[in-house]
């Protein structure tokens, strides 16, 4: 007889991932996490914590420890990239608070992730395990790791990013497209930046290319920077590369003197490569599902690529709940159905990259004010179910 709870495998233990491993285990099921890693460090750049995303981390309750540790800037505006004209500004702080009944933070990826991970369940997360199979059946799911070891699900859920493995036995091998852009991402102490005034969050954007600068402590000693500029093509195999000042220099020509001088100030310049995929024909098949980057990789011109996949793990969760466990195929159906309409969007609009620029696209309404609780489920596509 079927589990009343059934195994729950994660692989990927990123931002999506922690997610769903911190609800399911407070919902009862039984999660174990397999991570490729050897350890958890703090890694990547910054993040923006958006109040679709608060309302969750509410929901699982580290919205203190974020907001004693990120920074909550006071407003938001867009600038012209070479004149520094506002464009249109948004009001954040107590303000956005109100209207969207939870906080606007940004924070050092690191540390959001290192808050996240410290509240799975001891024991929870397994290191070193690189998937390289995955068998299943009517009603067992069996994963291999590169170590030789083997683990059963019941459920499988991909939460390993934008090169999924758990996505490539599915579909099959396919590699991401490069959209012929990169970003170059900075992360420095703000004590470089001498007397040049820094604004809580902003974005100076040009015909073709932007770059965002913002606080991501709550101290204000770190300054993150991080552009999107057209570069015609991207060869290496790395999945990113050094950069230099002198690049962005280049990339940035004629914008603000303010950005030249902050360019002077950043270190350790990286260069990555913005990475897409074609729609997915489906999210899952049988007892597996993915969530986040890797079923719907976009790029991160709206600070919404985490958001989505940390909203995908709410909704799987409650999806599972609301349905019951004996009911996992209508559940994983339903999660879909309530979740593609939504990622399909924000992807689009990160793609087109005018969202908050100007009047035009300047309503944040439809992506702050989400809850992935209380948003009211529309029913299945009738018929044509991958999962059975």
């Not at 990547?44 to 109040?51: C, E, K, R, V, Y």
């Not at 913002?214 to 991207?234: A, D, F, I, K, M």
């Not at 909704?315 to 339903?334: D, H, K, P, Q, T």
Request: charge should be neutral; charged fraction near 25%; aromatic fraction near 8%.
């Amino acid at each position: 007889m079927k589990r009343i709870r059934p195994r729950i495998a994660i692989v990927g233990a990123g931002l999506g991932g922690a997610t769903a491993a911190i609800l399911l285990s407070r919902a009862g099921y039984a999660v174990s996490v397999y991570e490729q890693t050897a350890a958890f460090a703090r890694v990547g750049a910054g993040i923006h914590l958006t109040p679709n995303v608060m309302k969750v981390m509410r929901h699982i309750e580290v919205e203190r420890r974020l907001r004693e540790t990120g920074f909550e800037p006071a407003n938001w505006p867009s600038r012209d990239g070479a004149t520094g004209e506002v464009l249109l500004e948004i009001t954040l702080g107590r303000v956005a608070e109100e209207r969207y009944g939870a906080p606007y933070l940004t924070v050092h990826r690191g540390d959001f992730h290192d808050i996240l991970t410290n509240a799975i369940p001891p024991g929870a997360v397994h290191f070193n395990k690189r998937l390289v199979g995955l068998d299943t059946t009517e009603t067992i799911a069996r994963l291999k790791f590169h170590d030789g070891t083997e683990a059963e699900a019941d459920l499988v859920i991909g939460a390993d990013g934008l090169n999924s493995k758990v996505r490539e036995i599915l579909l099959g091998p396919e590699k991401p497209r490069y959209s012929g852009s990169v970003a170059h991402r900075s992360a420095f102490p703000a004590s470089l930046l001498g007397e040049l005034r820094l604004e809580d969050c902003v974005k100076w954007w040009s015909p073709d290319r932007h770059v965002v600068v913002y606080y991501v402590t709550r101290s204000r000693n770190e300054v993150y920077l991080v552009t999107g500029v057209p570069e015609p093509e991207w060869t290496a195999e790395a999945s990113w590369l050094p950069s230099t000042t002198n690049e962005l220099r280049r990339a940035l020509e004629g914008y603000h003197p303010d950005i030249q001088r902050l360019i002077g100030a950043s270190q350790a310049m990286t260069k990555w490569p913005l990475m897409e995929r074609k729609r997915l024909p489906l999210w899952g098949r049988g007892g597996v599902v993915l969530l986040g980057d890797a079923c719907h990789p976009m790029k991160p011109h709206m600070a919404q690529g985490a958001a989505m996949a940390i909203e995908d793990a709410a909704m799987l969760v409650r999806c599972l709940i609301e349905v019951g466990a004996n009911s996992l195929g209508y559940a994983l159906e339903l999660y879909e159905a309530n979740r593609i309409g939504r990622t399909t969007r924000v992807q689009q609009g990160s793609q087109r990259n005018t969202w908050l620029r100007d009047p035009s696209d300047g309503n944040p309404d439809w992506v702050f004010g989400y809850d992935v609780f209380d948003a009211a489920l529309v029913p299945t596509a009738a018929g044509g179910s991958s999962f059975g």
